[in-house]
């Protein structure tokens, strides 16, 4: 009985995703500010208004074009297995990005700038 009064506050509570999302929206403004001061710090003075601009517009793009393929998916088959699969996709690519070789990483950013 006290699984169901679980899976039940967890259905129907609307704190837990408020939560979620006021904690997600604070780290993507700090991922934005982030990539933004990166930009800005590894672009050319002359060349500064261009990359922000090609940035905006691939930011535009990578947040449009994925909602038709997921809308797609979803009208094929149902919401709840498309979420499901892209929960597990954004699992698998977090954990690979989590595990990645540090010593690579460093190898790859030294030669960048070289």
Known sequence: MASYNLYAFLTFSLLIPILLMVILGFCAGLIYIASQTLLQLNSAGKMRGRVFGIAAMLINLAMGVPALFV????????????????????????????????????DNEYSNNQ
């Open 71 to 106: 809308g797609g998916i979803a009208d094929l088959t149902s919401p709840v297995f498309t979420l499901v699969i892209v929960a597990l996709l954004v699992i698998i690519y977090g954990t690979s990005l989590f595990f990645e070789d540090t010593e690579t990483r460093m």
